[in-house]
Nanobody, 116 residues
Framework: QVQLVESGGGLVQPGGSLRLSCVGSGFIFNWYEMRWYRQGPGKEREFVASISNDGRRKNYSDSVRGRFIISREDASKTLQLQMNGLEPEDTGIYYC?????????WGQGTQVTVSS
């Protein structure tokens, strides 16, 4: 069965950096596009970034483009999100996700808090 486990969240001051990871299992990792989403307090879950199955194509939401970098390491079945220049608006629970057919799969999320 599909399993996605995020880690790396924490408390950071504005302008700081964090690196999130997501380890996948239960599926052939390099067959799937991988995505990061986040959900801030009182907000709906929103798209953050994605990376194609072969790592060649990356997409970012306008709010994070230029600050965040998505990457994948298929050998370790790990998706990463390097977050730089963090802002309070980046606060939320970050989830990694895949879609297989009509079904989406999500990890448990990791909390990122940006505050002074």
């Amino acid at each position: 069965q599909v399993q996605l486990v995020e880690s790396g969240g924490g408390l950071v001051q504005p302008g700081g950096s964090l690196r999130l990871s997501c380890v996948g299992s239960g599926f052939i990792f390099n067959w799937y596009e991988m995505r990061w989403y986040r959900q801030g307090p009182g907000k709906e879950r929103e798209f953050v970034a994605s990376i194609s199955n072969d790592g060649r194509r990356k997409n970012y939401s306008d709010s994070v483009r230029g600050r965040f970098i998505i990457s994948r390491e298929d050998a370790s079945k790990t998706l990463q999100l390097q977050m730089n220049g963090l802002e309070p608006e980046d606060t939320g629970i970050y989830y990694c996700s895949i879609r297989r057919g009509s079904e989406s799969y999500w990890g448990q999320g990791t909390q990122v808090t940006v505050s002074s």
